[in-house]
């Protein structure tokens, strides 16, 4: 019986072995989607994934919508090593590109690229971003978000404005208590008029980023 990765290693051998007879360009891209799936699950190599990815979005004969499902995948591999920089680049070039934008998701996108903006250190950035996507997604994760980072810089009367609308905004049962402790804090600073200790920024950060991932996009 063959273990995981020596399945995954026989799998990539014959991705390899398809690719020489394969003339079409959907086939190669389906191909080289599962090529790039063996990478990533034999040795957790996203490197020679994103290779492989790449492989989709340069190949002529591979036409829509495959290189923007590779190229929204390479974003996930940069993201997943830890690049955010890279990662926020790639999801700025799906979401500037009319056609791109077409076939994602583009809520979800631009949400990740927020986490990746605010985990390259990019905050400025990040609280621009959710602003304007709060009129048009009302969404209480992007309140929550946003209301978290003011916390975070000590901007204890912003972050507490944000709070109150997202408990006010439909469909945000999943953080409700989350965020009515998150509030009382804010009150309790605004009292001793202080910047919070390092030690709170930091656990608001880590509470920011379980918040997102758990709560998703609403």
């Given at each position: 019986m063959?273990?995981?990765d ?6 990539a051998?014959k991705?390899?072995e ?14 080289l989607?599962?090529?790039a799936?063996c990478?990533?699950g034999?040795t957790?190599?996203?490197?020679s994934a994103?290779e492989?990815m ?11 919508p495959?290189p923007?499902?590779?190229?929204k995948?390479?974003?996930d ?10 990662a926020?680049?790639l999801?700025?070039?799906l979401l500037?590109d009319?056609?791109?934008r077409?076939?994602?998701r ?8 927020v986490?990746?903006?605010l985990?390259?250190g990019d905050?400025?950035?990040a609280v ?6 709060i009129?048009s997604?009302?969404s ?5 978000c946003l209301?978290?980072i ?11 404005e944000?709070?109150e609308?997202?408990?006010e ?5 999943k953080r409700c208590f989350?965020?009515?402790?998150w509030?009382?804090?804010?009150y309790?600073e ?10 709170t920024?930091?656990?608001?950060s880590s509470?920011?980023?379980l918040?997102l991932?758990?709560?998703?996009l609403r």
């Amino acid at each position: 019986m063959l273990h995981r990765d020596e399945t995954c290693a026989e799998e990539a051998r014959k991705a390899r072995e398809a690719l020489t007879e394969a003339n079409t360009g959907p086939d190669r891209a389906q191909i080289l989607e599962g090529l790039a799936r063996c990478h990533r699950g034999t040795t957790f190599d996203c490197s020679s994934a994103i290779e492989t990815m790449q492989e989709i979005t340069t190949d002529p004969l591979i036409e829509e919508p495959y290189p923007t499902r590779a190229l929204k995948q390479i974003a996930d591999y940069y993201q997943e090593m830890g690049q955010w920089g890279r990662a926020a680049k790639l999801y700025d070039d799906l979401l500037q590109d009319e056609e791109k934008r077409k076939r994602i998701r583009r809520k979800e996108v631009r949400f990740t690229r927020v986490l990746c903006l605010l985990n390259a250190g990019d905050e400025d950035r990040a609280v621009s971003e959710l602003k304007d996507m709060i009129p048009s997604a009302s969404s209480p994760t992007s309140l929550y978000c946003l209301a978290t980072i003011y916390y975070k810089r000590g901007q204890f009367k912003e972050a507490a404005e944000y709070f109150e609308t997202s408990l006010e905004a439909p469909g945000n049962r999943k953080r409700c208590f989350n965020t009515e402790l998150w509030l009382a804090a804010c009150y309790e600073e605004l009292g001793r008029g202080r910047r919070p200790s390092s030690t709170t920024a930091r656990s608001c950060s880590s509470i920011l980023m379980l918040g997102l991932w758990q709560g998703g996009l609403r």
